[in-house]
Nanobody
């Protein structure tokens, strides 16, 4: 069973950058899509970005498009979320997740993912 651990969160000023990592252990997630979600205070969990098993296709929420970049390194069994030009509204707990299967498209729905990390806090504040 694959296990996921996020890291890289922290406190940054608006306009700053952070890179989140999602390390897999137990089993590889090379054949699974990876999604990033966030849960902000007072809001429901929302999709942020996703990447296919091949790493060729990516998908981003409109709110982060052009600022965030999702990637993965098969050799390191790790996925990443590079966040730039951070805004206060980006604040939240960020989770990575691996898909239940290998769909043809990157899903934005939490139910399409069956393995989740513990989350890492991202706070954007001056």
């Amino acid at each position: 069973q694959v296990q996921l651990v996020e890291s890289g969160g922290g406190l940054v000023q608006p306009g700053g950058s952070l890179r989140l990592s999602c390390a897999a252990s137990g089993r590889t997630f090379a054949n699974k899509n990876v999604g990033w979600f966030r849960h902000a205070p007072g809001k429901e969990r929302e999709f942020v970005a996703g990447i296919s098993w091949s790493g060729v296709t990516t998908y981003y929420a409109d709110s982060v498009k052009g600022r965030f970049t999702v990637s993965r390194d098969i050799a390191k069994n790790t996925a990443y979320l590079q966040m730039r030009s951070l805004k206060p509204e980006d604040t939240g707990i960020y989770y990575c997740a691996s898909s239940r299967a290998t769909p043809r498209t990157v899903s934005t729905q939490p139910t399409s993912y069956d393995t989740w990390g513990q989350g890492t806090q991202v706070t954007v504040s001056s």
